[in-house]
């Protein structure tokens, strides 16, 4: 297991035997301290969600025709107290007032939507959704992370982001056609526009839609979350994955991502920030067999290397791999002996997909929350910090949304 000097660590027996990558704190140019806000602990979850796209015996029969399996996991940031030391308990500094928010209504379609999909837990700030057009020939996949500055305001960070989902995949579920991500969040963001039970908020968003018809994968991003794309390597004889396909992060500056906002007259702020779906970063590529597509919030993004981090952040024997990889070397080699050992009679290639991506997502998560609760390693959100000469060792605590989709 990793080790923390935090007190709080989710227990997780098999972390030991994930490689790690080495590297050493980086130095940052001015030091200044940056509040970590975190929010009540709720436990791990993951759900698999196979999407019932055309059988592998129609895809055999057409090349262009494919299947995609999908599961996804998340987990929300634990508590202040649990994360304060002794000295930060003794303070008699007054705490700032909060007016409490005003939650998702449990009986509301919002509210059984978002039970639905997690499933009785708890994903935080974030949202996540994964949705099939009627003749299931495409699916939407999609996150949300909700700006925390607004529960100040009295208002749930939450809400926008889960209505922003909601909307998202009611749009999609019923259109022959699925329309284009960028469509789609512009229904979604319209929708919350009017709503008015949505009083405020903003949120980050990655939709992407997988066509299991024609082979094709299109994006739209606002913001950090983002999407890494991979495909097995040609010339491996392991099948290794190589990123093919990835996001860029959209940001005003350090910390500040783009983000999609409903914002009352009277809370309007100067230098207030306001994105639109047409502001979004759009991508289209080919979706092939083999492939995996790993949507997440930037809880793990700021948390696990996706790609090599700077030379001077590494040391001399540090892996020539990025992080995010070696995880998938390793889950690929456990899994292989795994289903070897316990797959059912009449098993097909979509089966052992599915609890592939379903270990994938489960184990991603859990990953990124064990580099949040440690300094002994450097994340890439301690790398960014230190390009803006912030001291910021270690990983940063978020809620965290992931959905892993496979192409078979």
Not at 374 to 379: A, G, N
Request: glycine share 6%.
């Amino acid at each position: 297991m990793i080790p923390s000097s935090r007190s709080w660590r989710p227990g997780y027996a098999t972390a030991g035997t994930l490689k790690r990558m080495v590297a050493p704190t980086a130095v940052a140019r001015a030091p200044k301290p940056i509040t970590r806000v975190l929010a009540p602990v709720r436990p791990l979850h993951s759900a698999p969600t196979p999407s019932p796209t055309p059988s592998a015996a129609t895809a055999a029969a057409d090349p262009k025709k494919m299947k995609i399996v999908t599961a996804y996991a998340f987990a929300a940031k634990p508590r202040e107290t649990e994360e304060a030391g002794d000295d930060e308990k003794s303070t008699t500094e007054a705490p700032r007032p909060v007016v409490p928010p005003r939650a998702i209504d449990p009986m509301s379609d919002l509210g059984l939507w978002r039970a639905k999909m997690l499933k009785g837990g708890d994903a935080g700030e974030d949202a996540l959704m994964v949705a099939n057009s009627p003749d299931q020939s495409t699916v939407l996949l999609g996150v949300a992370d909700g700006v925390g500055g607004w529960m100040e305001s009295g208002v749930d960070p939450s809400l926008y982001s889960n209505a922003l989902m909601h909307y998202a995949a009611q749009f999609a579920e019923r259109h022959s056609t699925m329309p284009t991500p960028q469509a789609i969040l512009q229904h979604a963001f319209d929708q919350v526009a009017q709503n008015p039970d949505i009083e405020a908020g903003s949120s980050t968003a990655c939709l992407l839609r997988l066509d299991a018809s024609t082979g094709c994968m299109s994006c739209a991003n606002v913001g950090d979350s983002g999407f890494v794309h991979l495909r097995p390597d040609p010339t491996s004889p392991e099948g290794r994955m190589q990123v093919v396909n990835s996001s860029a992060p959209q940001l005003y500056g350090f910390n500040c991502p783009y983000q999609l906002a409903k914002v009352p007259t009277s809370m309007l702020q100067p230098g207030s920030l306001t994105n639109y779906p047409s502001d979004a970063s759009l991508h289209e590529v080919d979706l092939q067999r083999g492939d995996l597509v790993l949507v997440m919030t930037d809880g793990f993004l700021d948390n696990v290397h996706c790609k090599l981090p700077p030379k001077e952040s590494l040391t001399p024997d540090a892996p020539q791999r990025p992080e995010l990889l070696q995880l998938i070397d390793m889950l690929q080699d456990k899994h292989r002996e795994h289903w070897a050992k316990t797959k059912k009679a009449g098993a097909t290639a979509a089966d052992e997909k599915q609890d592939f991506a379903n270990v994938v997502a489960s184990t991603l998560m859990q990953y990124a929350r064990l580099c949040q609760m440690t300094e002994e390693k450097v994340s890439p959100f301690q790398i960014d910090a230190a390009r803006h000469g912030i001291h910021y060792p270690g990983g940063k605590i978020d809620d965290i949304a992931l959905i892993c989709a496979a192409a078979v």
